[in-house]
């Protein structure tokens, strides 16, 4: 048996104690495994001064806290967070020889929340803050009722008070904007959950986005509260040329392009959260604003990405946190599963979480620009008529950007209201 093995043992192991006793070894254990390097075949590689391994141990029915006096089936879930200049490569060690365990790779955290001072207090990757209780959901690309009948079935694993994070563009066509609106600010009130994805707006739902043109439709992020209200903070800045086609014969989106990332203030936890949400190939605004100038707690990219192009993303997203520009970063891509296994994948999956080992003060500016530069391809806008276009485009697993949105004027802006989720 591996040293691992024994710590793992003593958490999914039933006891007899008393629940107070058991409660007390279970956090013990459950910070051991928080701090552990190498917990039972799981590996990072680190090349850079960020990323992190977090494990979190959860019931099947009910939070152990809640529920100590019953017997439940618990699982070991691993997180491994990519990052600038190293990956995770996960073992493939099954638990299933444990009692009444498995084995479960989360590509997304969800920390129990009575552990969450303790990991904070002992651990410095939580040094400061640490963001609880969410879900990253890939979705898998198809027609738009597919994939909102996908996000539905997805999100019933969503508990209440939850926040799950889906893909860019949910629905892209302003019909299947409006029915997915609409379906989506019930569920997060008859669930009591928050939603957070992006629509192809109009303007009669765009009332509260900060300069905005007042005719114009816009990809615009979207989060639905278990309150039963909904915000617009934020709107795609690098809509991609097929997005912005207005002509009859075109996709049928027909966005206008925005002009500024928000910080957009989070109630969130008992605590109030500075974010900003970067829209797939926003991350582009990495060229014009600075580490200081984007300075946040928490830093989301919502994407659709084509293949290759998530990669770039966390890597950008590594050197953001690496530069203290955010001291956690989400990113959420979603992908292609091919008819044919042996077609390539036109985008591939990401859940991603990152977090900052320590408080660093954002620079002025970027310390490699050029490193950043080097992840784009910029492309002239008639070359890309649909999605599978663009991702044909000869980018090298670049991030596509249309020349006519290639740094256009950009500013920093902020959202008037604090969001309550």
Known sequence: MGIYDALVERIVEERAEPPHTRFRRREHSARQLFGARDPRGVVAKRGGEVGAIALEIFADAIDVLMNLGEQLDERVVVHAARHCEGHAEVGTRDFAQLPGGNRQVATGIRILSGYRIGFRSRNALTSRLVIADFHLIALQLGTEEQMLERAFAALDAVEPGETAFLPEYLAWTPQGAGRAFARLIALAQERDINVITTLNLGPDLLEDLPG???????????????????????????????????????????????????????????????????????????????????????????????????????????????????????HVNAFHVPRDPGQRALALKAEEVLDATQPI???????????????????????????????NLPRRGRVAVPRSRWQTPLSAGEYPVTISL
């Not at 989060?223 to 991609?240: N, Y």
């Not at 500024?260 to 109630?267: K, P, Q």
């Open 212 to 330: 905005r043109d007042a005719d114009a439709r816009y990809n615009a992020l979207t989060i639905f509260t278990r309150h039963g209200s909904v915000h617009v903070p934020q709107a795609k800045v690098t809509p991609q040329s097929f997005e912005m086609d207005v002509e009859p014969d075109g996709p049928g989106i027909g966005v206008a392009p925005y002009a500024r990332i928000n910080r957009v203030r989070l109630d969130w936890q008992d605590a109030l959260i500075d974010a900003r949400f970067i829209i797939c190939s926003d991350v582009a605004a990495f060229l014009q604003l600075s580490p200081e100038t984007l300075q946040c707690d928490l830093l989301v990219v919502v994407g659709n990405f084509a293949y290759g192009a998530e990669r770039v993303a966390s890597r950008l997203l590594g050197q953001a946190i690496a530069v203290g520009a955010a001291r956690t970063a989400f």
């Open 361 to 391: 003060k954002a620079p002025a500016a970027w310390p490699n620009p050029r490193s950043i530069r080097s992840g784009f391809y910029v492309y002239e806008d008639g070359a890309a008529r649909d999605f599978v276009s663009m991702c």
